[in-house]
């Protein structure tokens, strides 16, 4: 089976913090991506990467960056994280642009 | 920038009645699909159509796409409560590098 691992499921940090949120692909994707999920506002693509070291910036990446040193992992970072960063993470990956995309759990995310 | 927009928001139908959702989208797609998401989890991929596809089926799902007028749809046929859940359409813009999700629709089966 298909399998995209997000680490943390759920997460409360406190403002200013620096944040960590890692995910694992066993498919050999080339692509994964990070969405943002917010009632009412779908899910919004943040940073997405077609190849290791390589990153694209998504619809909303401000107050993000990202990180893939291995072809596997891609990881999320929120430099100082603010309230309303407050939301449900989803990565996904997929071996091709446009094709299937597999999705992690989410992890729930709460600044306060 | 949303490029699909699903319809109803929310749709509530008794266990056995079919369900149709839809989704209209912006500009030229190579595919669209549609992913159903149960609450507080990931999103499962339901069924992709090409664009040179007009209908497409996979068990109780059928989906149609129509390409004049930028829409597709979403029909679940005899449904079930486990098919609560919240329905998803994404479309791949032609020269784009992602897939664009819609807001989604929020299906309730009543038992």
Not at chain 2, 19 to 34: F, G, H, P, V
Not at chain 2, 74 to 79: E, F, K, M, N, R
Not at chain 2, 87 to 107: I, M, N, P, S
């Amino acid at each position: 089976d298909v399998k995209v691992t997000q680490s943390s499921r759920y997460l409360v940090k406190r403002t200013g913090e620096k944040v960590f949120l890692e995910c694992v692909q066993d498919m050999d994707h080339e692509n994964m991506f990070w969405y943002r999920q917010d009632p009412g506002l779908g899910l919004r693509l943040i940073y997405f990467s077609y190849d290791v070291k390589m990153k694209e910036k998504g619809d909303i990446p401000e107050g993000y960056s990202v990180s893939r040193e291995k072809k596997e992992r891609f990881s999320l970072i929120l430099e100082s994280a603010s309230t309303n960063q407050t939301s449900m993470y989803l990565c996904a990956s997929n071996r091709v642009v446009g094709n299937t995309i597999y999705f992690g759990e989410g992890s729930w995310l709460t600044v306060v | 920038s949303q490029q699909g927009e699903e319809d109803p928001q929310a749709l509530s139908i008794q266990e056995g009645e079919n369900a149709t959702m839809n989704c209209s989208y912006k500009t030229s797609i190579n595919n669209l699909q549609w992913y159903r998401q149960n609450s507080g989890r990931g999103l499962v991929h339901l069924i992709l159509i090409r664009s040179n596809e007009r209908e497409k089926h996979s068990g109780r799902l059928r989906v149609t796409l129509d390409t004049s007028k930028k829409s597709s749809s979403l029909l679940i046929t005899a449904s079930r409560a486990a098919d609560t859940a919240s329905y998803f359409c994404a479309t791949d813009a032609w020269g784009a590098q992602k897939l664009v999700f819609g807001q989604g629709t929020r299906l309730t089966i009543n038992p």
